[in-house]
């Protein structure tokens, strides 16, 4: 696949950003269709964020462009073989995954409407609707700004300057495998999807780490590459689901029990390792000091916030404490790795449990040092449920630079799950 040409020829129509329903990540299909099951008439808001304000997307993106990848993507439906794979295929060792009322749903779903417009050089993009259907619209959202940006950066080189640009990025990549090949045992997946640089780079680095890491590559969380590729998808649940059922509370003693509520509800649909616990959303350790016995018999943690190594250190402890061998567990590291990061909390934790890694824009999206000023160095920009039924989401992380919500209802919410003080870490991805 000659990528440069690609981006040289500017067809877009040939490479639509977003191609698909299922080019989107496993969790969201997961956390669907549990929403489908469980609250499917919440009605949400989902906004963009741009956490890196420098980056003022909408003087770099036009907005006819943007529309027109939106619209195509709302064009968007299903296909036969995307509807067998998702009915047919064994996910996380379990066939049929997906359930046929879900499915027939979905078969039948086109994305709603969206809402545009620019204020201070940025884009307010928001969708809202039924909860089921809205939050499908988070990736593919992000996908399009992500590419947009990388475009409009690179439409004024020529054909020769991108052949270079991509020949030192998958050099880049290849470095990066290599040491990768040097970790014992070491067990690693792309996470990559919702801020790549393009679908095309997305694939090409896949087919990079299949090949360059072999057995140590686990799978994608993107569900088109997976099924064209035939690997493994991997996900499970994200912040989304504690930040809406915590809205809908009623009382601040319903708030406290939200976390779990959502958790309860995702145990009665899958086992094994899909029983994995995202505990960050209010704060680790107060998550894990309230949370019920029946919790400490899951599989692993996903650690996506603050400092690595410490949330490390917290989930063994607490699973010690509560007679549970950590040795057994798994802990998936998740949040803004690379190739040092990898190593170091390999080296740290790969004895004393089950380690896992979700490598996500420093994989799908490192062109650091490749092109003048930077300008297509990765940005945070995310895309996040903000109201359920009319009431505002919070989200405190255990970095406080990736808290969101008004300030009273962030206040309100550290008290009643008792978060002190926290260190701020930089964010970059």
């Not at 020769?160 to 290599?178: D, G, S």
């Not at 509800?265 to 894990?288: A, M």
């Not at 603050?306 to 998936?332: Q, S, T």
Request: hydrophobic letters at 40%; a neutral charge.
């Amino acid at each position: 696949m000659e990528i440069a040409t690609r981006v040289w020829n500017h067809k877009w129509k040939i490479d639509p950003i977003v191609r698909s329903l299922i080019d989107t990540d496993f969790y969201k299909l997961l956390m669907c269709q549990s929403v489908f099951r469980n609250k499917p008439s919440t009605q949400v808001t989902f906004s963009l964020i741009n956490r890196s304000k420098s980056t003022r997307l909408a003087e770099l993106i036009d907005e006819g462009e943007l529309r027109e990848q939106l619209d195509h993507i709302r064009s968007l439906s299903l296909s036969r073989g995307e509807s067998t794979w998702l009915r047919g295929n064994t996910f996380y060792g379990k066939r049929q995954m997906f359930r046929s009322d879900f499915m027939e749903w979905f078969e039948n779903l086109r994305l709603p409407a969206y809402h545009l417009e620019k204020r201070d050089g940025q884009y307010e993009l928001t969708f809202e609707g039924a909860w089921p259907e809205v939050m499908l619209w988070e990736i593919p959202a992000l996908a399009v700004l992500m590419e947009l940006r990388g475009r409009a950066v690179l439409k004024n080189l020529g054909k020769f300057e991108l052949q270079v640009l991509y020949a030192r990025a998958m050099t880049k990549l290849w470095q990066k495998i290599e040491k990768l090949r040097d970790i014992e045992d070491l067990r690693i997946a792309d996470f990559g999807t919702r801020r790549r640089h393009s679908f095309l780079w997305q694939d090409w680095c896949v087919q990079a780490m299949t090949e360059g890491l072999g057995t140590k590559f686990t799978g994608t969380s993107n569900c088109l590459i997976a099924k064209n590729r035939d690997l493994e998808a991997i996900g499970t649940n994200a912040h989304e689901l504690p930040m809406v059922y915590a809205a809908l509370a009623q009382s601040d003693q319903d708030l406290a029990q939200a976390p779990y509520t959502v958790l309860a509800d995702w145990q009665e649909e899958h086992d094994g390792n899909l029983r994995i616990i995202l505990p960050d959303t209010y704060g680790t350790i107060g998550f894990l000091d309230r949370a019920p016995d029946w919790l400490a018999g899951w599989t692993g943690i996903r650690i996506d916030s603050g400092d690595p190594a410490e949330g490390a250190e917290h989930a063994i402890a607490w699973w010690k404490k509560r007679g549970e061998d950590p040795k057994d567990k798994l802990i998936i590291f998740s949040d803004g790795l690379d190739v040092e990061t990898i190593s170091q909390l390999h080296q740290k934790f790969a004895e004393r449990v089950r380690v896992s890694f979700g490598w996500g824009t420093n994989l799908t999206n490192d062109f650091r040092g490749l092109t003048p000023n930077g300008a297509l160095n990765s940005f945070s920009l995310v895309c996040k449920a903000v109201s359920a039924n009319g009431r505002p989401t919070v989200k405190l992380s255990d970095n406080p630079n990736k808290a969101m919500g008004p300030s009273s209802e962030i206040e309100r919410y550290k008290r009643v799950f008792d978060v002190g003080d926290q260190i701020a870490r930089r964010v970059d991805v």
